[in-house]
């Protein structure tokens, strides 16, 4: 029977196969390679590692990595059972979220056991991890398709490790501790495919090992990361493309090709289904993800995050935004590499079909270039809820994976299938473009590696110098004093820092510090995840006014380190401002450089909720319209920082014609945490444009936003980030609405679990109730010093939060909702209530 692709002139012939269960390397075509040849290829590409990721090994802990440190920390102070816990719960039992992945705890357990709280040592692990998977890849790829031509199926192989190895997508994975579940989980799924491979070229007891060994690191891969479950699929996708390849005449048609592909993946195909079922039972769910508002926000972002965004263009293109400028030479290099292989690609398929007079296929193909394009679309589909390559290249880690078939595909295209001699014998050109094509690659992923990762290593330094700077802050002051710090800093340039304060806490106390701080620090930080900028104005200015606060201080992202917030004792003793107006003015806009900047303004940060601007925008030419994507921006300068930068601004969409833009500057930390705001900034993306400045006006909304708080009295324990825990119902709680004109009673909302209401707006100033909630009610008193809220509605223990809004005479929401109150209801609350529950039973 003839085969399905095309068979280059000087393939070696193999010995028949009695079907794919027959060992596929009779011909041993993978052992020709000298053990010197694999050494020297192994060699390089550790190095490789090395020159793209060596900055990462002085590295410290980032983001969830303080988690996992806190967590460590408990185990080994007679806590080991939770390490045990992993193996049949949800890891590290975190609500909101569905994750098996208890060998993980187990690899930083060991880091732990052997290193303590010193990063080095955690880094010194992922950097490892990742060096392995590029080794078991090559590995693997070297092993693969016996009957193709060996210098292709090496040079192939090396090429795609290679890249691999130095993969600009790859400092999230190698730079974030945590990260490591990606390069953890693919180093075993690796593992066990080379193990596999070699199962299928071996007979006798030996084969039966390999198998064996195969599966225990397909095991420990499902232990690591859902992403391993792409392993049997993938096997199945290379035994059908094998079969394909191969000229044997006995490999049949294409359902007894489909049959054996899945004979030959049946060991994994069980062991995949027992890894679902059993996650199902302990977990109640087969696959992982995310919960709460932020699996809703992904879920809604889905179309828009892999088809409106170029994240998957950076799976070729990996540049971040925030470090390679857009007109950067590097840029051009990527794209001429690109073209440059699939130009070599296809001058070999023309010349290979002139001199062979192919039937089949017009042009001879290499096996790896079917494999690498199918096994991409297997890699990326269980990233279907989490894929997103921002900018900045947040999200890297998501596509560790599926970067080695775009690598692979990459290879494929530079060598081909073999095919480089004309009929008359001499060497073509091919071959040598080809080496200097792979050679381009290289070095140029090595160096765009080496950019991405450095704010890696900036972001490493600012968390160090954060804490630094706290206990500088701290030092010398009774202990009953304390700091404020505005605005930990989420990330750096893409590199992930501190998203909450949580994380920030782990920092403050042993083994990380030498004394615990943590009760000193007080915070604004999302409980988990959201946007890091908003901040509520009523709590921030009861911190301000408290006598036992030292300072107040807020991070320069530019500057890496904590500046002092200008006067912020005199703004928190103050009463606020009510309205503040600038005169008019009018200016035109003809080009990039060009602004409207007020007079020098002296205006508390603090005292206003938001910034009207009533504008006339024009065209310069007649007939000529606004377009329809333009924005306006408004910056500011204040007294923190005196001089405008991109970080002082926030953007609307512009339109034509006179319009009020209402900003909403006091739930923004970059405004707030200036001070004083000394000078605003108005600008268009679009130029040349004319601007008519009818009105600018400071507003505060005090009597357009209820308050909310947490009483005195409030028994339970409340962190440094204003969050409360509780175990009975909420309260009590103070509230006032008696400000807001014609309100007649208040209604309170429960967010859903996990949730928190800003994630689908956006902002704090909503002004209608959410649809997303657990709960709801009415207070018919427009204050209380002692309102206790109802929990009895809610399900399942986790963080809620809590907001209320002003209602009139028909129930309609007046003004804007307060500013929430984070609170996380604890398993016990539950507990409690069923034993309540069944006692009222018994009596009935």
């Given amino acids: 029977m003839g085969t399905s692709f095309t068979v280059i002139e000087n393939i070696q012939q193999s010995t028949p196969q009695e079907g794919l269960t027959s060992r596929a390397a009779t011909a041993s075509e993978p052992t020709k390679d000298s053990p010197a040849l694999i050494l020297g290829a192994v060699l390089i590409i550790v190095v490789l590692n090395f020159a793209a990721f060596h900055g990462s090994l002085s590295g410290y802990f980032l983001a969830d990595d303080f988690a996992h440190v806190d967590y460590l920390k408990s185990v080994f102070n007679g806590n080991a059972h939770l390490l045990a816990k992993n193996f049949y719960s949800n890891w590290m039992q975190t609500l909101g979220t569905s994750f098996y992945r208890p060998f993980i705890s187990i690899t930083l357990a060991t880091d732990y056991l052997f290193w303590g709280a010193n990063p080095n040592g955690f880094h010194i692990s992922n950097f ?55 390069s953890v989980c693919t180093t075993f799924l690796f593992l066990s495919l080379w193990l596999y491979l070699l199962a299928r070229q071996t007979d006798g007891k030996r084969a039966n090992a390999l198998q064996m060994s195969s599966l225990a690191a397909f095991t420990l891969s499902l232990m690591s990361k859902e992403m391993a479950i792409t392993l049997p699929p993938t096997i199945f996708l290379y035994e059908l493309v094998n079969s394909s390849f191969c000229r044997s005449e006995k490999t049949g048609g294409w359902r007894a090709r489909f049959v054996e592909a899945l004979k030959a993946t049946r060991w994994y195909i069980a062991l995949l289904l027992f890894y679902l079922g059993f996650r199902a039972a302990v ?19 889905l179309w828009r995050r892999w088809f409106m965004e170029g994240c998957l263009a950076r799976l070729i293109l990996p540049f971040n935004e925030a470090v390679t400028e857009p007109k950067d030479k590097l840029r051009l290099v990527f794209k001429l590499m690109t073209a440059g292989a699939v130009a070599i690609a296809i001058l070999r398929a023309c010349l290979s079909a002139r001199k062979n007079n192919l039937k089949s296929l017009p042009f001879a193909i290499s096996p790896f270039l079917l494999f690498g394009l199918g096994w991409f679309i297997i890699a990326l589909a269980p990233t279907i809820q989490v894929f997103d390559i921002t900018t900045t290249l947040q999200g890297g880690r998501f ?9 692979l595909v990459l290879a494929a295209l530079v060598f081909g299938a073999g095919d480089e001699k004309k009929s008359h014998g001499q060497v073509s050109l091919l071959p040598l473009l080809s080496m200097a094509l792979a050679a381009l690659f290289t070095a140029s992923y090595t160096v765009l590696a080496m950019h991405n990762n450095r704010p890696w290593c900036e972001a490493s330094r600012g968390v160090s110098n954060l804490r630094a700077g706290v206990e500088n802050a701290l030092e010398g002051q009774p202990a009953q004093m304390k700091v404020a710090i505005l605005n930990l800093p989420p990330h750096h340039k893409g590199a992930h820092m501190l998203y909450n304060a949580a994380m920030f806490g782990v920092t403050l106390k042993p083994p990380l510090s030498k004394t615990d701080l943590t009760n000193r620090v007080i915070t604004f930080e999302p409980v988990t995840f959201g946007d890091a900028n908003l901040i509520g104005r009523t709590r921030l200015r009861s911190i301000l006014a408290d006598k036992n606060l030292a300072g107040a201080f807020v991070w320069d992202s530019n500057e890496q380190r904590l500046l002092p917030m200008k006067d912020w004792r005199s703004i928190g003793l103050s009463a606020p401002s009510q309205t503040f107006e600038l005169a008019k003015g009018d200016c035109l806009l003809e080009n990039e450089g060009q602004s409207v900047q007020s007079p020098i303004i002296d205006v508390p940060s603090i005292d206003f909720d938001f910034l009207d601007l009533t504008l006339k925008v024009e065209p310069t030419v007649a007939g000529k319209q606004i377009a329809p994507d333009a924005y306006l921006i408004l910056g500011w300068s204040g007294a923190t920082h005196p001089i405008y930068a991109p970080q002082q601004e926030i953007a609307q969409p512009l339109k034509p014609g006179v319009n009020t833009y209402r900003f909403s500057v006091g739930e923004l930390k970059n405004w707030v945490g200036e001070g004083k705001i000394t000078a605003l900034r108005i600008n268009t993306s679009v ?16 009597d357009q936003i209820p308050e909310l708080s947490i009483a005195p009295e409030f028994k339970y324990f409340i962190d440094s980030n204003g969050t409360l825990y509780t175990s009975e119902d909420l309260g009590p709680v103070r509230y006032d609405a008696t400000k807001i004109k ?12 996990e949730s928190w209401f800003e994630h689908y707006s956006g902002t704090l100033r909503d002004k209608a109730p959410s649809e997303k909630v657990s709960d709801s009610g009415k207070f018919e008193q427009l204050s209380s010093s002692q309102a206790v809220i109802p929990l009895k509605a809610l399900k399942v223990p986790g963080f809620y939060e809590v907001r209320i809004i002003a209602l009139d005479a028909q129930d309609k929401p007046l003004g804007y909702v307060s500013n929430p109150i984070n609170f996380q209801v604890s398993g016990s609350y539950f507990k409690k209530r069923k034993t309540e529950t069944d006692a009222r039973a018994d009596k009935k």
């Avoid at 890849?137 to 290679?162: I, V």
């Avoid at 977990?283 to 879920?299: H, K």
């Avoid at 596509?399 to 690598?407: E, H, Q, R, W």
């Avoid at 130029?687 to 005090?702: G, H, L």
Wanted: charge should be neutral; aromatic fraction near 14%; charged fraction near 15%.
């Fill in 128 to 182: 490892f991890y990742q060096t392995l998977s590029s080794v078991f890849l090559f590995l693997s790829l070297n092993c693969m398709f016996p009957e193709l031509d060996r210098r292709a199926r090496f040079f192939t192989a090396f090429l795609a490790a290679a890249l691999f190895a130095c993969h600009p997508l790859h400092p999230e994975v190698v730079s974030w501790i945590i990260a490591r579940v990606d």
């Fill in 399 to 407: 596509v560790y994976l599926a970067t080695a078939p775009v690598v």
């Fill in 742 to 753: 014609g309100a007649k009673s208040v209604h309170y909302e429960i967010s859903k679990p």
């Fill in 687 to 702: 130029k040349p444009c004319k601007i008519n400045v009818e009105s600018v006006r400071f507003i505060n909304a005090d």
């Fill in 283 to 301: 977990l109640g769910t087969l696959f992982g993800g995310y919960g709460g508002s932020v699996g809703e926000g992904l879920q809604a972002t």
